[in-house]
């Protein structure tokens, strides 16, 4: 099945960018990143930053712009049956040159 990922999540002037692959089947029913409770993404980001993250996603989005973090999915849709990245198939891949291209403040990419 094909699964079609999220737009970016970047505010002004990002200085890091946190990649992931392509969002699982929570995530994407939510249409939220790491939208899956058993996900620890904003558990760790939370010890990161030494700030909780909020309890609603768009206070989380808020909440990563705010410290100056991007996030973003090295793919733009992908076949995948489950949400395992194994299961990846016919990839198309989302323009990171571009984003960065047109943030010059970012320093640093992350994966995840």
Known sequence: MKKQGLQP???????????????????LRRQEYYGNPRNMFWDVMSGILGEKAPAQYPQKTEYLKNHGIALWDVLQAAEREGSLDAN?????FNNIERLVAENPSIEVIATN
């Open 9 to 27: 999540i970047i505010g002004n002037n990002p200085r890091i960018l946190i990649l992931g692959s392509l969002p699982g089947d929570e995530s």
């Open 88 to 92: 990846i198939r016919n990839e198309e």
